[in-house]
């Protein structure tokens, strides 16, 4: 019998800790936030959540504590279906934590506490490349770098013995090895993440393009630069594409980047075309940022489908 091709999420798991605030907090200061609520994030969590969200097998490959945490990480994965029979428990370890602000607008602030994310020892390692070796063909690896590497760099290098495609969203904007970047086909970066990766500082789509091309290596590679307006520049096979995503009135933009990954991923191990999965992506990443909270902005299939008409794409040229 034919498996369905699974999303394969590799990184992050977090119990979120978010407070909305009127503002950002002077040094020194002590601001009156309201609106807390203690919720599942994590990077990975977050892509295995929206796969799931749209009907794909989704399965997680991280690590938590041995503490009550990890219930608050783990249990809205469980509950939608989430595959967490490769999630790693690490004894005496608490789970990996992110203390999240959301001002007005939604450009969260967040600080982390990787915890359990940075503690994995050889029998994790083990696991996470036989999951990846007997995934159903087409299967897709998406990963983050909240992680260590080597976690990633061997998740990507049995996902390329498999032949499937390997999406790396090289966040937060931390050193990527070329090692790693070698072993991706797809690359996700944030304009931040693009300056860091190409040296070109990303302002607006024209030099969102320019880093795009410059990390494309001559088409051998697909860049997908997510833009803080919304949508994405794509570089793929050596062409760039400018996709525009609807105006929307944003509250919080924590885990847009990872609805995009997961929407991404979905959508290719459906057998959609790169560009259908960046318009899908933008879309849902819009819709994402109407909504506090990661898993909470992650939209099912009827709210992308709703959206995508609303993706344009754009003729700009980098080069005029
Ligand atoms: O991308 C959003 C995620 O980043 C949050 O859920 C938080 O846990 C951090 O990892």
């Given at each position: 019998?034919?498996?369905?091709?699974?999303?394969?999420?590799?990184?992050?798991?977090?119990?979120?800790?978010?407070?909305?605030?009127?503002?950002?907090?002077?040094?020194?200061?002590?601001?009156?936030?309201?609106?807390?609520?203690?919720?599942s994030?994590?990077?990975?969590?977050?892509?295995?959540?929206?796969?799931?969200?749209?009907?794909?097998?989704?399965?997680?490959?991280?690590?938590?504590?041995?503490?009550?945490l990890?219930?608050?990480?783990?249990?809205?994965?469980?509950?939608?279906?989430?595959?967490?029979?490769?999630?790693?428990?690490?004894?005496?370890?608490?789970?990996?934590?992110?203390?999240?602000?959301?001002?007005p607008?939604?450009?969260?602030?967040?600080?982390?506490?990787?915890?359990?994310?940075?503690?994995?020892?050889?029998?994790?390692?083990?696991?996470?490349?036989?999951?990846?070796?007997s995934?159903?063909s087409?299967?897709?690896l998406?990963?983050?770098v909240?992680?260590?590497?080597?976690?990633?760099?061997?998740?990507?290098?049995?996902?390329?013995?498999?032949g499937?495609?390997?999406?790396?969203?090289?966040?937060?904007?931390?050193?990527?090895?070329?090692?790693?970047?070698?072993?991706?086909?797809?690359?996700?970066?944030?304009p931040?993440?693009?300056?860091?990766?190409?040296?070109?500082?990303?302002?607006?789509?024209?030099?969102?393009?320019?880093?795009?091309?410059?990390?494309?290596?001559?088409?051998?590679?697909?860049?997908?630069?997510?833009l803080?307006?919304?949508?994405?520049?794509?570089?793929?096979?050596?062409?760039?594409?400018?996709?525009?995503?609807?105006?929307?009135d944003?509250?919080?933009?924590?885990?847009?980047?990872?609805?995009?990954?997961?929407?991404?991923?979905?959508?290719?191990?459906?057998?959609?075309?790169?560009?259908?999965?960046?318009?899908?992506?933008?879309?849902?990443?819009?819709?994402?940022?109407?909504?506090?909270?990661?898993q909470?902005?992650?939209?099912?299939?009827?709210?992308?489908?709703?959206?995508?008409?609303e993706?344009?794409?754009?003729p700009?040229?980098?080069?005029?």
């Amino acid at each position: 019998m034919l498996h369905q091709p699974k999303v394969i999420s590799v990184g992050s798991i977090n119990a979120d800790f978010q407070v909305r605030v009127d503002r950002r907090p002077e040094p020194g200061e002590t601001l009156t936030g309201h609106h807390f609520a203690r919720l599942s994030g994590g990077k990975a969590a977050n892509v295995a959540f929206q796969a799931q969200q749209l009907g794909t097998p989704a399965q997680l490959l991280g690590c938590v504590g041995d503490d009550d945490l990890a219930e608050q990480a783990l249990e809205p994965l469980r509950q939608i279906g989430v595959d967490l029979s490769g999630v790693n428990v690490a004894p005496d370890c608490p789970t990996g934590v992110s203390m999240i602000n959301v001002p007005p607008g939604g450009a969260k602030g967040i600080v982390l506490a990787e915890n359990a994310n940075a503690t994995w020892g050889p029998e994790a390692l083990h696991n996470i490349v036989e999951v990846v070796r007997s995934a159903p063909s087409n299967s897709v690896l998406v990963y983050d770098v909240e992680v260590p590497e080597e976690v990633t760099k061997a998740a990507a290098e049995a996902a390329a013995e498999r032949g499937f495609t390997r999406i790396l969203d090289p966040s937060p904007a931390n050193a990527v090895s070329d090692e790693l970047l070698d072993l991706s086909n797809i690359l996700l970066p944030n304009p931040v993440e693009a300056k860091k990766l190409s040296g070109i500082k990303v302002e607006d789509a024209p030099t969102a393009g320019r880093a795009a091309a410059a990390l494309a290596r001559g088409g051998a590679k697909t860049i997908c630069i997510k833009l803080y307006t919304g949508g994405c520049v794509l570089c793929h096979n050596g062409v760039l594409h400018f996709l525009r995503a609807p105006n929307v009135d944003a509250v919080d933009t924590t885990g847009a980047g990872d609805v995009f990954a997961g929407v991404f991923a979905t959508w290719l191990s459906k057998g959609n075309t790169v560009l259908e999965a960046a318009r899908a992506a933008s879309a849902a990443s819009a819709y994402a940022v109407t909504q506090y909270g990661s898993q909470a902005g992650c939209p099912d299939n009827r709210e992308v489908e709703a959206r995508l008409g609303e993706v344009q794409l754009t003729p700009h040229d980098p080069n005029p």
